[in-house]
């Protein structure tokens, strides 16, 4: 069973400061894909990683796919208030036509 | 109106009553899908429409009936629900059934209550 998990389930930190929130599987996927899911909203596709070292730049937010496509992070640089949300992975399943999700990182930016 | 929409937005219903949720995707894409949220599970798919056929249905009760009419619409009939499935209930679109690299279009959630 390819399953994804996400660390850490929750955090909570200061306007300015940087994290890293992690996406890890013991499977190989072909690509992964990042959302962020805003509350009374469905989640929103950020980006879609597909090379093995891949990193992709959204403004502040870097992307990377581990070498061996097993794991994946997120990095945002001088959180702002607005990146406060649930931030999700997901990769497809092999053989199947269909994605598989990470349990999430909520994650809240204090002003 | 653009997008993916679903209504009712939230939904408190009693174990023996029957509702439908309502999704409606505006994109021109060729495949929807049924999701479920709960608190404390990561997103589930729950069924796969391409093209107004089901692809896939991933072991949901039967108490849960899709129904997907034309390519931009797709209902969730629910009847004889149980507590544990309250759960945000999330529609999504793509341009095909990949699913892999395909990106899905969320709509916002029908936030459903079962008393």
């Known amino acids: 069973t390819q399953l994804l998990e996400q660390s850490p389930q929750f955090l909570s930190i200061q306007e300015g400061e940087n994290l890293t929130v992690y996406c890890n599987s013991s499977?190989?996927?072909?690509?992964l894909q990042w959302y962020r899911q805003e509350p009374g909203e469905g989640p929103v596709l950020l980006v879609t990683v597909v090379t093995g070292g891949e990193v992709k730049k959204l403004k502040r937010l870097t992307f990377q796919f581990g070498d061996a496509r097993k794991d994946s992070s997120l990095h945002i640089t001088a959180a702002q208030p607005g990146d406060t949300g649930l931030y999700l992975c997901?990769?497809?399943?092999?053989?199947?036509?269909?994605?598989?999700f990470g349990q999430g990182t909520r994650l809240t930016i204090n002003p | 109106e653009t997008g993916v929409t679903q209504t009712p937005r939230h939904l408190v219903m009693g174990m023996t009553n029957k509702k439908s949720l309502k999704c409606e995707q505006h994109?021109?894409?060729?495949?929807m899908y049924w999701y479920k949220q709960s608190a404390k599970k990561p997103l589930e798919l729950m069924f796969v429409?391409?093209?107004?056929?089901?692809?896939e249905n991933n072991s949901v009760p039967s108490r849960f009936s899709p129904e997907c009419p034309n390519s931009s619409h797709l209902f969730l009939h629910l009847h004889t629900l149980q507590p544990e499935d309250s759960a945000l209930y999330l529609c999504?679109?793509?341009?095909?059934?990949?699913?892999?690299?395909?990106?899905?279009?969320f709509g916002p959630g029908t936030r459903l209550t079962v008393l």
């Open positions: 997901a990769g497809p399943i092999q053989g199947a036509q269909k994605l598989v």
């Open positions: 999504a679109s793509s341009h095909n059934d990949r699913g892999s690299t395909d990106t899905q279009y």
């Open positions: 429409y391409s093209l107004e056929e089901r692809v």
């Open positions: 499977s190989v996927f072909s690509s």
């Open positions: 994109l021109g894409h060729n495949a």
